[in-house]
């Protein structure tokens, strides 16, 4: 069975550029999340889907971040203009609600380094 | 509001000894809680969970992990570490019963010793 799919697995820009991370949850599950890591502050989540919409984005640094995630099977975390301190690993985990269980299944992230 | 503390970022064991990373949590509720390993350049993958019933759950790779209520504690064992279990390692917990939000703690790296 696939897993959660990310894309792309590297990406180097330029500070001000734009960055698009792409996501692609195991099918059947109704909750998506995006986390982002750091050394500095560890694993922090940045917003999550239930059923398509946004339910938590109170992690979101600022206006410069957005997300969306037009159907069921993609999800997108954009940062425009992007900047040095954006720089880190981008995770998309994916959950089953009625597994009841609260587990998370992780793809394998993005590693954003902008110059 | 829920937290997590895992007592040492670093903890370094010799091949074949005791492995033991130290998780407490905050909950006012029934915690579900969660270890997961991270592999170098890896996503995060559920070593073992607890949600009710029995205390001691037992994980992949020889791990498991006791909810001590009393303790506020869920720490993960083994009993011979291998050199493959270099790793870092989260604990988590989320509000029972509920899906959403996962905390994370800030994670212990483990090193094996040759």
């Known amino acids: 069975d696939a897993g959660v799919i990310q894309s792309p697995r590297h990406e180097v820009t330029e500070m001000g550029q734009e960055v698009t991370l792409r996501c692609k949850p195991i099918?059947?599950?109704?909750?998506l999340f995006w986390y982002r890591q750091t050394m500095m502050r560890g694993l922090e989540l940045l917003i999550y889907?239930?059923?398509?919409?946004?339910?938590?984005d109170s992690g979101m640094p600022e206006d410069r971040f957005s997300a969306k995630m037009p159907n069921a099977s993609f999800s997108t975390l954009k940062i425009q203009p992007s900047e040095p301190r954006d720089s880190a690993v981008y995770f998309c985990?994916?959950?089953?609600?009625?597994?009841?269980?609260?587990?998370?299944?992780f793809g394998e992230g993005s590693r954003l380094t902008v110059l | 509001a829920q937290s997590v503390t895992q007592l040492g970022s670093h903890v370094s064991v010799s091949e074949g000894a005791l492995v033991l990373l130290r998780c407490n949590y905050s909950?006012?509720?029934?915690?579900?809680l969660f270890w997961y390993v991270q592999y170098p350049n890896q996503g995060l993958q559920l070593l073992l969970k607890?949600?009710?019933?029995?205390?001691l759950v037992k994980g992949i790779n020889g791990f498991e992990a006791e909810f001590k209520k009393s303790e506020t504690s869920f720490h993960l064992t083994k009993p011979s570490a291998h050199m493959s279990d270099a790793a870092e390692y989260f604990c988590?917990?989320?509000?029972?019963?509920?899906?959403?939000?996962?905390?994370f703690g800030k994670g212990t790296k483990l090193s094996v010793k040759p």
């Open positions: 985990a994916s959950s089953f609600s009625g597994a009841n269980t609260g587990e998370l299944f």
């Open positions: 099918s059947g599950h109704d909750y």
């Open positions: 889907f239930n059923n398509n919409v946004p339910i938590d």
């Open positions: 909950s006012s509720v029934p915690p579900y």
């Open positions: 607890y949600t009710t019933g029995a205390t």
């Open positions: 988590a917990v989320t509000r029972g019963g509920s899906q959403g939000n996962l905390i």
